[in-house]
């Protein structure tokens, strides 16, 4: 089956994750600090993350290639059974 998307996909975090575990080479990653609001009242949850900053542990996702996103998460949905 030849499946394609029209360029107005939605956001795909939960599969990115797994996409990530698969093939880490389709994804840009920088280090930031990343800080979770635990005090605000209208911010409570909220993730902010500083400047780049390679002494941190956290990696954070800026770009991914999205055709070799696409291609991988099809054909995973073609597979199942």
């Not at 840009?28 to 609001?37: A, D």
């Not at 605000?40 to 909220?46: A, D, F, H, Q, V």
């Not at 542990?57 to 998460?73: A, H, I, K, M, Q």
Request: charged content about 20%; aromatic content about 10%.
């Amino acid at each position: 089956s030849n499946l394609t998307h029209n360029g107005s996909m939605p956001n795909m975090h939960d599969p990115c994750t797994i996409a990530y575990l698969s093939d880490p080479g389709m994804f840009t990653l920088e280090r930031h600090q990343v800080h979770v609001e635990t005090k605000g009242e209208l911010t409570y949850g909220r993730t902010v993350t500083g400047p780049v900053d390679e002494t941190s542990p956290v990696s954070f996702g800026t770009d991914c290639d999205t055709e070799r996103f696409w291609r991988l998460f099809f054909r995973s949905v073609v597979n199942l059974k």
